[in-house]
Each structure stands twice: as C-alpha cells, then as structure tokens.
C-alpha cells in the first residue's frame, strides 16, 4: 500500500505519542522516520515496531565541553529525543569557532539523525556524521546550503548493538570537511556503498509524487500502536468532544 507524507507522518506521531514520548518529541520522530523512509534509507528498518518507549532522562547528560567540541550521553534515548538539540548545538559551536565536533553517545536509531543535520546544512554551514549500527558503519555529509547528503554505508565493519554514538563535524569552511570526510573514507580494502545527493533527492521526490510504500503489516502496526491516546467512544467522551 501507499500513503502521502501527511498520513505517514500522522501515524508516526500518534505512535510515538502512544509509546509514551513526549510533545514536541514524537513530531520530530515522525518528521525523522519518514524523511528517512521517503530518501530511501529505510526509517522503518531503523525502529521498533510498534515504536519503543523513551529510555532516555528529561534532559540529556553534558559530559564534556569546550569551545569547539561536546559530547552528549543520550542514556540510551532514541535520536528523536536529542538529535535535534546535537545538531543545533554543532551549529552554535562551528559558528563560534569555525570547527566543532560533537559526539552524541548511547542513543538508538543514529541513521535517523539526518534530517535534523540537513535543517543545520540548509542554515549555510557544511556538515558530516559518522555512525555505527547493527548493519555497519554509515557517513554522510552535507554541503553548504544542501538538503540532501552524499551518503556511504560500509556493510559489517565492527557492527554495533543497540545503543551507538554519532559523531558530527560541523564548520563553515569546506576544506575542513573535505578533509575529515577524506580521513573518514581511508578504509582500504573495504568496499564502500554510495548514494549521491541527487539519488536521494530524486527518491524523495518520487515518494512525494507517487506515495510511500509501506507493508500493510506495518501499517497496521503504526497504528495500533495509537490505541493508548485514544479515548473510548461513550456518551461522557462524545458530549466531551469539540470545543468547549
């Protein structure tokens, strides 16, 4: 079956909403999951279904800072929870220094955090990811202004489990990541899977046009995964619905 961007988007917040997420949240892990899905890099291939509850404390742990670098323990929360507020804070420090570096440690579903680092690359400033997962180590890195990265994927090089850490190289100078994306890709004898900017463009775009293609199975786990915020259907809820 197929669904626009508005329904998925609906369904995965109403999910994430029923796990136990809270507001503000559960909108960044819809518009995270399906900006993922619609590039094509699998946003439900990266996540629990029905959606997991939030593993991570009301705020994330500071563990060390300087002018140009930080490392954040998520505590084993999704990236929705604090993906958004790593890269933002890439951002301030690269605008400051020229250079940052932030690393955000033990968080789940890394691979999702892209569409928060292409709101940070549209702002004007070049930035990368590196990450490791269950099926292997993943870059991508953004130019200047871009929306969509250049995206590699490196299948079962020390794959990790479960929780992970992402590290984000943020600056405004594009030498600078030119060469750390370069020392990145020093992996000899080792193949590399890539995806340009311009084919993850174009699979968002046919996914806009055309719909996104979801397993029924699926869909319909998305959605029983709402009951929790749901109210009964009774008189007392009925004479209770609408404005007030």
Same mark, same amino acid.
């Given at each position: 079956?197929?669904?626009?961007?508005?329904?998925?988007?609906?369904?995965?917040?109403?999910? /994430?909403?029923?796990?136990?997420?809270?507001? !503000?949240?559960? *909108?960044?892990?819809?518009?995270?999951?399906?900006?993922?899905?619609?590039?094509?890099?699998?946003?439900?291939?990266?996540?629990?279904?029905?959606?997991?509850?939030?593993? !991570? !404390?009301?705020?994330?742990?500071?563990?060390? $800072?300087?002018?140009?670098?930080?490392?954040?323990?998520?505590?084993?929360?999704?990236?929705?929870?604090?993906?958004?507020?790593?890269?933002?804070?890439?951002?301030?420090?690269?605008?400051?220094?020229?250079?940052?570096?932030? +690393?955000?440690?033990?968080?789940?579903?890394?691979?999702?955090?892209?569409?928060?680092?292409?709101?940070?690359? @549209? @702002?004007?400033?070049?930035?990368?990811? /590196?990450?490791?997962?269950?099926?292997?180590?993943? !870059?991508?890195?953004? $130019?200047?202004?871009?929306?969509?990265?250049?995206?590699?994927?490196? $299948?079962?090089?020390?794959?990790?489990?479960?929780?992970?850490?992402?590290?984000?190289?943020?600056?405004?100078?594009?030498?600078?990541?030119?060469?750390?994306?370069?020392? %990145?890709? *020093? %992996?000899?004898?080792?193949?590399?899977? *890539?995806?340009?900017?311009? +084919?993850?463009?174009?699979?968002?775009? +046919?996914?806009?046009?055309?719909?996104?293609?979801?397993?029924?199975?699926?869909?319909?786990?998305?959605?029983?995964?709402?009951?929790?915020?749901?109210?009964?259907?009774?008189?007392?809820?009925?004479?209770?619905?609408?404005?007030?």
């Amino acid at each position: 079956m197929r669904v626009s961007r508005n329904e998925m988007n609906a369904a995965l917040s109403r999910a /994430y909403e029923g796990a136990g997420h809270h507001i !503000g949240d559960y *909108e960044d892990a819809a518009q995270l999951v399906t900006w993922s899905q619609m590039c094509g890099l699998g946003g439900f291939d990266r996540i629990a279904m029905p959606p997991a509850g939030p593993k !991570g !404390g009301a705020t994330p742990r500071l563990v060390f $800072e300087n002018g140009g670098m930080a490392v954040i323990d998520a505590g084993g929360a999704d990236v929705c929870e604090h993906g958004s507020l790593t890269s933002d804070l890439a951002h301030t420090k690269a605008l400051s220094s020229g250079f940052a570096i932030v +690393q955000l440690a033990n968080c789940r579903y890394p691979g999702l955090i892209l569409r928060s680092l292409s709101l940070v690359a @549209q @702002q004007g400033v070049f930035i990368a990811a /590196y990450w490791q997962d269950a099926a292997g180590a993943h !870059g991508a890195s953004f $130019e200047s202004g871009a929306t969509f990265p250049n995206y590699w994927h490196v $299948e079962n090089l020390n794959a990790a489990k479960g929780v992970s850490t992402i590290t984000i190289i943020c600056t405004d100078q594009p030498a600078l990541l030119a060469d750390a994306v370069a020392r %990145q890709a *020093e %992996q000899p004898n080792v193949q590399r899977f *890539e995806i340009s900017a311009a +084919q993850l463009a174009a699979n968002y775009m +046919q996914s806009l046009e055309s719909g996104i293609t979801v397993p029924a199975a699926h869909w319909d786990a998305l959605n029983a995964a709402a009951w929790p915020i749901l109210v009964p259907s009774d008189a007392l809820s009925r004479a209770g619905a609408g404005p007030g």
